[in-house]
């Protein structure tokens, strides 16, 4: 992790008093091992947390979930086959023409990979490894937008919007009032969403209790979906531009985090304690912010 992390950002992270949101992600991943967040980030049993507490109009139908895709796909129409323990793990069905021999060994791939090592992202280690199917509800087999909700303390203050995911990812970031707060790219300002407020409010409510989650929410027909939630957004390694978004929302989280107890700054031999567990899968580290 700490390699990477160095390689992507171009300087090494500050664990001792972590000011960035991206240091705290690293934060996170060594020393706050909340046994929520791999319940809230296994995506089937984020589903059932979700249809919960906002009910079962959130919520993509699961298909299928099991350990070995069949042998044929067993489900009419476009669908999607992912893996419930992990990030970017997906193939899409759009019309029959994909090659499903392929798809089931890319599934078991996704099943054989011990996801979260490289990283240190220790919450996906805990996560029981599978594979889930969900009807495809993009519109005309194009990926619907994706709505990443920032939620510090219990209220979002930032909405990342991804577009075109599946060739020309690229995103941005608003806030609540959609007030671009990245930086000026090619793209046009996509309109704000009309379900955003509901968005929110849904967001706001999963987020409860913890000092931040991002909550992912798709708008179909200009009805909102629940998606997923994620306690380590880009593993903590995607920049920012302008840089200056890195501190503010390190700043909100460190905010958030004043509202519980306070914990200690980690010691030297405790970060390294820390970067040894990625090392050697030892999970003896388990403190809470």
Not at 1 to 7: D, F
Not at 23 to 45: M, S
Not at 187 to 192: E, K, S
Not at 245 to 257: C, Q, V
Request: hydrophobic residues 40%; charged residues 25%; aromatic residues 12%.
């Amino acid at each position: 992790m700490y390699l990477t992390y160095g390689w992507r950002h171009r300087r090494l992270p500050q664990l001792a008093d972590p000011v960035r949101f991206t240091d705290l992600v690293q934060w996170r991943k060594l020393f706050d091992h909340d046994p929520r967040q791999p319940r809230l980030a296994d995506k089937v049993a984020a589903k059932a947390y979700a249809r919960r507490l906002l009910g079962e109009g959130w919520i993509t139908p699961t298909l299928w979930h099991g350990d070995v895709l069949p042998e044929r796909p067993e489900w009419t129409g476009p669908f999607v086959v992912k893996s419930r323990h992990g990030c970017n793990q997906t193939r899409f069905v759009r019309g029959g023409a994909e090659d499903w021999d392929d798809i089931r060994r890319a599934a078991a791939g996704w099943i054989t990979t011990r996801y979260g090592y490289w990283l240190d992202e220790w919450l996906y280690r805990e996560i029981p490894r599978g594979i889930l199917v969900e009807p495809f509800i993009g519109d005309g087999g194009a990926l619907p937008v994706d709505y990443k909700l920032y939620v510090f303390g219990g209220r979002v203050t930032h909405i990342q919007v991804h577009l075109d995911r599946e060739h020309d990812h690229r995103w941005m970031l608003f806030t609540p009032d959609w007030r671009r707060r990245s930086a000026p790219s090619a793209d046009t300002d996509p309109p704000r969403p009309r379900s955003l407020d509901a968005m929110i409010a849904a967001a706001e409510t999963l987020g409860q209790g913890f000092d931040f989650v991002r909550t992912d929410f798709y708008e179909v027909g200009g009805r909102p979906l629940f998606g997923e939630m994620t306690f380590y957004p880009g593993s903590g390694l995607d920049p920012f531009d302008p840089d200056d978004l890195d501190l503010e929302l390190g700043a909100l989280w460190r905010a958030a985090r004043d509202f519980a107890p306070p914990a200690p700054a980690p010691s030297p031999s405790a970060i390294w304690h820390g970067l040894l567990e990625g090392l050697t899968g030892d999970q003896a580290v388990t403190r809470s912010v």
